[in-house]
């Protein structure tokens, strides 16, 4: 078990679906997405722990990308409610729910290929509360703000390695890198939660272990992280809780030690097993290092596209920039 104030606030908390948190960040209620006839997320009830880092498992169609979508404003429910920091987010569109403190993150990264790495952490913190007002009323105040972003992304650049990158063009960088550029860009706006999907996804492994540090850091800058992914190992490695979706539904929750041992969990992902196509094998129960890649059930992800890439999973996706400036997406 790891040792955080989020697994030790944790520790006495049941282990059900639902279960509510002591300090819950958000707390969703009766969400739901239908595509046709199918539930593609039908959730109850859902509270995150403030500063844990949660994540999110399920085997491929379980609806993970669909609830991200749906808390960060990129889609809408059917029906449902939530409540996050005390802002009822239900109805606010995905520009501005970065204004309320939560970001995300995309399967695929959204790094604008033509722009320096300095021009991306810029356009980051842009949407932020009083940007607007400030460059009508002040233009003073709005250089000011200019150089105060600047430092901002000067400091996490130095934090995430990449300042000697400052001034390449995005698309020069390597997938692995552009995910960095991602993570960095999206704490422009010192948000409070974090949503990562499948950052790890074609990262080669020597900046896999670099990104994995940098989640790990969220927490210690007051941020909590709600984590899509599919390896166990970096599951039982970095999560405070997991929470597991199957079907829409979540039908597990726990410290990563609780649900590797949770009997519908196992049931979930060998129900869900497609033989080869399956990207997931549970985590053997019995301590053993995950079998994933042994096994031979991970094939290697898909490394990122780079011109003009979009998030193309599902054809819906989102096609913005992390944070609240998704009108500036790169053109192919
Ligand atoms: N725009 C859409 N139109 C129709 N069906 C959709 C759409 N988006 C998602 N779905 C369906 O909803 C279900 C949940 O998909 P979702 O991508 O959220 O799952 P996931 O758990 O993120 O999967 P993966 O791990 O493979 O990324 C799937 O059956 C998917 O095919």
Redesign the pocket.
Same mark, same amino acid.
């Given at each position: 078990m790891r040792d955080t104030p989020a697994s030790r606030a944790l520790a006495g908390v049941e282990p059900r679906p639902g279960v509510p948190k002591p300090d819950p960040i958000l707390v969703a209620d009766g969400v739901v #997405?239908a595509? &046709?006839g199918?539930k +593609?997320?039908d959730v109850g009830h859902l509270e995150l722990q403030r500063g844990a880092i949660t994540s999110l498992i $399920?085997? %491929? &169609? +379980? /609806?993970? @990308? @669909? !609830? !991200? %979508?749906l808390m960060t404003g990129f *889609?809408r429910p059917d029906q449902g409610t939530w409540n996050f920091d005390g802002h009822d987010l239900s109805k606010v569109p995905a520009h501005k729910v970065a204004n309320y403190g939560m970001v995300r993150t995309f399967?695929l990264t959204k790094a604008l290929t033509r722009l320096t790495v300095m021009e991306n952490m810029k356009l980051g913190a842009t949407g932020q509360r009083g940007e607007k007002f400030l460059a009508s009323m002040w233009p003073g105040a709005w250089k000011s703000q200019e150089r105060d972003i600047e430092q901002r992304a000067d400091e996490l650049l130095v934090r995430f390695r990449m300042d000697h990158m400052r001034d390449e063009m995005a698309g020069t960088l390597s997938g692995g890198q552009r995910k960095l550029l991602e993570m960095a860009r999206s704490l422009m706006v010192q948000p409070s939660m974090v949503m990562l *999907?499948?950052p790890m996804a074609g990262v080669n492994p020597a900046l896999t272990q670099s990104l994995l540090e940098h989640v790990k850091d969220l927490p210690k800058f007051g941020m909590s992280v709600l984590f899509?992914e599919?390896d166990m190992d970096v599951v039982m490695d970095i999560s405070d809780w997991v929470v597991v979706?199957a079907q829409?539904q979540i039908i597990a929750e726990g410290t990563p030690e609780a649900v590797a041992k949770d009997p519908n969990v196992i049931d979930a992902y060998l129900g869900a097993d497609h033989g080869d196509e399956s #990207? !997931?094998t549970p985590v053997p129960f019995d301590g053993a290092p995950a079998a994933t890649a042994a096994s031979g059930a991970v094939p290697e992800a898909p490394v990122d596209t780079h011109e003009g890439e979009q998030d193309l +999973?599902? $054809? %819906? /996706?989102p096609t913005g920039p992390t944070t609240g400036s998704h009108d500036a997406e790169e053109q192919a």
């Amino acid at each position: 078990m790891r040792d955080t104030p989020a697994s030790r606030a944790l520790a006495g908390v049941e282990p059900r679906p639902g279960v509510p948190k002591p300090d819950p960040i958000l707390v969703a209620d009766g969400v739901v #997405r239908a595509f &046709g006839g199918l539930k +593609a997320v039908d959730v109850g009830h859902l509270e995150l722990q403030r500063g844990a880092i949660t994540s999110l498992i $399920g085997p %491929n &169609g +379980a /609806g993970k @990308t @669909t !609830f !991200f %979508n749906l808390m960060t404003g990129f *889609d809408r429910p059917d029906q449902g409610t939530w409540n996050f920091d005390g802002h009822d987010l239900s109805k606010v569109p995905a520009h501005k729910v970065a204004n309320y403190g939560m970001v995300r993150t995309f399967q695929l990264t959204k790094a604008l290929t033509r722009l320096t790495v300095m021009e991306n952490m810029k356009l980051g913190a842009t949407g932020q509360r009083g940007e607007k007002f400030l460059a009508s009323m002040w233009p003073g105040a709005w250089k000011s703000q200019e150089r105060d972003i600047e430092q901002r992304a000067d400091e996490l650049l130095v934090r995430f390695r990449m300042d000697h990158m400052r001034d390449e063009m995005a698309g020069t960088l390597s997938g692995g890198q552009r995910k960095l550029l991602e993570m960095a860009r999206s704490l422009m706006v010192q948000p409070s939660m974090v949503m990562l *999907d499948e950052p790890m996804a074609g990262v080669n492994p020597a900046l896999t272990q670099s990104l994995l540090e940098h989640v790990k850091d969220l927490p210690k800058f007051g941020m909590s992280v709600l984590f899509v992914e599919h390896d166990m190992d970096v599951v039982m490695d970095i999560s405070d809780w997991v929470v597991v979706m199957a079907q829409g539904q979540i039908i597990a929750e726990g410290t990563p030690e609780a649900v590797a041992k949770d009997p519908n969990v196992i049931d979930a992902y060998l129900g869900a097993d497609h033989g080869d196509e399956s #990207r !997931f094998t549970p985590v053997p129960f019995d301590g053993a290092p995950a079998a994933t890649a042994a096994s031979g059930a991970v094939p290697e992800a898909p490394v990122d596209t780079h011109e003009g890439e979009q998030d193309l +999973a599902h $054809g %819906n /996706g989102p096609t913005g920039p992390t944070t609240g400036s998704h009108d500036a997406e790169e053109q192919a």
